[in-house]
């Protein structure tokens, strides 16, 4: 069974649209985090949660927000997209959010923006 | 500046043959995790190193922090360690994982 659900696992959208991107994790972690990987870039961290609360956000705009809605949940909402916010969007929890354990990550939710 | 640089970018391997592949850190890294992104695109973890050695199988991966780089060493290569590999650097108790470029492994028959 997967620990970590992403979904939708493909997503299309339209520039100016809305989208949110599901994440849960079966692993009773503590921290969550979401990072992307677009073709120009490496894997780029995005945000970490621990028990809920936002420790590091690496994002600079402001239309990506994360939703932590239970201790096992961290949804990512995108508004206005843009075609350059075409990638395969990651999300990943640990045990905890101080680096004292390896993370896991999930399959991945690929965005187009149209 | 490249925080985590990763070397060879590509490398074809024969069926069988060992080699290894090379991170360098210009960020003062406290723990490393090296990845495999299978052809599907899933990221699969192979080592959670603090500073030292940890074998697995064909596979055996190093970091050394105070001259800040790690290694992974692949022997026996088999089809199926074709992908790219990655590793990630995380500094200071951040729990912030900062990713190298990937190494685009393909081992032929």
């Known amino acids: 069974d997967p620990k970590i659900i992403q979904k939708p696992k493909y997503l299309v959208a339209v520039t100016g649209s809305e989208k949110i991107l599901i994440c849960e994790q079966y692993?009773?972690?503590?921290?969550m985090y979401w990072y992307r990987q677009s073709a120009k870039k490496p894997l780029e961290f995005m945000f970490s949660?621990?028990?809920?609360?936002?420790?590091d956000n690496q994002t600079a705009s402001s239309r990506f927000q994360p939703q932590s809605s239970k201790k096992n949940h961290l949804d990512l909402q995108i508004t206005a997209l843009k075609p350059d916010d075409s990638a395969t969007y990651f999300c990943?929890?640990?045990?905890?959010?101080?680096?004292?354990?390896?993370?896991?990550f999930g399959p991945g939710t690929r965005l187009t923006v149209l | 500046g490249d925080k985590v640089k990763q070397s060879p970018s590509a490398l074809s391997l024969q069926e069988g043959t060992n080699s290894a592949l090379r991170c360098n850190f210009s960020?003062?890294?406290?723990?490393v995790q090296w990845f495999l992104q299978n052809p599907r695109g899933s990221l699969i973890n192979l080592f959670y190193?603090?500073?030292g050695t940890k074998e697995n199988g064909r596979l055996k991966s190093a970091f050394d922090s105070k001259e800040s780089y790690s290694t992974l060493h692949i022997r026996d290569a088999q089809l199926e360690d074709s992908g790219t590999y990655f590793c990630?650097?995380?500094?200071?108790?951040?729990?912030?994982?900062?990713f190298g470029d990937g190494t685009v492994l393909t081992v032929k028959p």
């Open positions: 990943a929890s640990s045990p905890t959010g101080t680096g004292d354990y390896e993370q896991y």
């Open positions: 692993l009773g972690h503590n921290a």
């Open positions: 949660y621990s028990y809920q609360k936002l420790m």
């Open positions: 960020i003062a890294a406290t723990t």
């Open positions: 190193l603090v500073p």
């Open positions: 990630a650097a995380e500094r200071a108790n951040t729990g912030k994982l900062t």
